[in-house]
């Protein structure tokens, strides 16, 4: 049930784009954003409730495309400060338990 | 300062040696969750909680406990710890109405090693 990411990992120049892919084998309701620098906690970026629906947040959007159960973050000119590790966060419907996904590495170098 | 606070951060122990790791949080949220991280496998939920004497089961109940007294507070117990509960733990907490709406707020986590 845990929904899963596609890459594991990824290593951008700054201001390249990256696009990190979320699946899920079960139907939606909403999907969540988190970023996690090492050692920290994650932190919230933005939720997506709507089947097509898009939004931004700075640099970084998402698209949620809930016929095909999927989500995709897009991070564009990428920054250093974009480090971290990206999850997503799925609900099924209003039950409240909550599936996170493996998570995509993300690292920019100068 | 809106903030999930956990403690301990850090705790070495010794198998079979009862534990508790505190959670409390000053937002009023109706809400709260742990969740465990290991390498390669994200974050999981262990349990949740909607209201006060209100818990679920997540996705990785077993050797865990729960219990919410009071809205603010919703302490993490292994009763007999293993050492395959060696992980770091995170606190949640959110506000409650439809729950796909809502972000969650974390504590700094708690590291466990259990010898």
């Known amino acids: 049930q845990q929904p899963v990411q596609s890459p594991q990992a990824v290593i951008l120049r700054e201001g390249e784009d990256a696009v990190i892919n979320c699946s899920s084998s079960k139907a939606l309701y909403s999907v969540h954003w988190y970023r996690q620098k090492h050692g920290e906690a994650p932190v919230f970026l933005m939720i997506l409730l709507k089947g097509g629906e898009q939004k931004g947040h700075e640099k970084i959007s998402a698209s949620f495309n809930e016929k095909k159960q999927q989500s995709s973050l897009y991070l564009t000119a990428s920054q250093l400060s974009y480090s971290g590790t990206y999850f997503c966060?799925?609900?099924?419907?209003?039950?409240?338990?909550?599936?996170f996904g493996t998570g995509t590495s993300l690292t920019v170098i100068p | 300062e809106a903030q999930v606070t956990q403690n301990p951060r850090y705790l070495i122990t010794v198998t079979g040696k009862k534990l508790t790791v505190t959670c409390s949080q000053n937002?009023?949220?109706?809400?709260m969750s742990w969740y465990r991280q290991d390498p390669g496998l994200g974050l999981r939920q262990i349990y949740y909680s909607m209201n006060v004497e209100v818990t679920d089961k997540g996705d990785v109940p077993e050797g865990y406990k729960v219990s919410r007294k009071e809205k603010r507070n919703f302490p993490l117990i292994l009763e007999s710890p293993s050492p395959n509960q060696t992980s770091l733990y995170f606190c949640?907490?959110?506000?409650?109405?439809?729950?796909?709406?809502?972000?969650?707020?974390f504590g700094d986590g708690t590291r466990l090693s259990i010898l």
């Open positions: 937002m009023n949220h109706e809400y």
């Open positions: 966060g799925t609900e099924r419907n209003t039950g409240n338990q909550f599936y």
């Open positions: 949640a907490s959110r506000r409650g109405g439809p729950s796909g709406n809502q972000p969650q707020h």
